[in-house]
């Protein structure tokens, strides 16, 4: 069993940034690649980024490559999700996921979930 635990989010002003972290609870956090995904109101939750066991290989949704940046630290059991150049259409619930591998997250598959986070960016 696996608990995820994230924090950080905020109001922020478009152009801005924000660091989500998520905390796992546990021995075998190295044992799971690592993700992001994000619910707005009224949307499907849609992934935003994953990592893999090492944090060695990443994969990114079209929306947010180049302004997001996804890691991990094992010792620490974390993982982090650095969001720059924030835009209003950022705005959502924020949701940390471990699951088997970078793919299989990407596909929507995740063993475990957190409580989520939220996120807003004004215009």
């Known amino acids: 069993q696996v608990q995820l635990v994230e924090s950080g989010g905020g109001l922020v002003q478009a152009g801005g940034s924000l660091r989500l972290s998520c905390a796992a609870s546990?021995?075998?956090?190295?044992?799971?690649?690592m993700g992001w995904f994000r619910q707005a109101p009224g949307k499907e939750r849609e992934f935003v980024a994953a990592v893999s066991r090492s944090g060695g290989s990443t994969y990114y949704a079209d929306s947010v490559k180049g302004r997001f940046t996804i890691s991990r630290d094992n010792a620490k059991n974390t993982v982090y999700l650095q969001m720059n150049s924030l835009k209003p259409e950022d705005t959502a619930v924020y949701y940390c996921?471990?699951?088997?591998?970078?793919?299989?997250?990407?596909?929507?598959?995740?063993?475990?979930w957190g409580q989520g986070t939220q996120v807003t960016v004004s215009s």
């Open positions: 996921a471990a699951g088997g591998l970078v793919a299989t997250i990407a596909s929507r598959v995740v063993d475990y």
């Open positions: 546990g021995r075998t956090f190295s044992s799971y690649a």
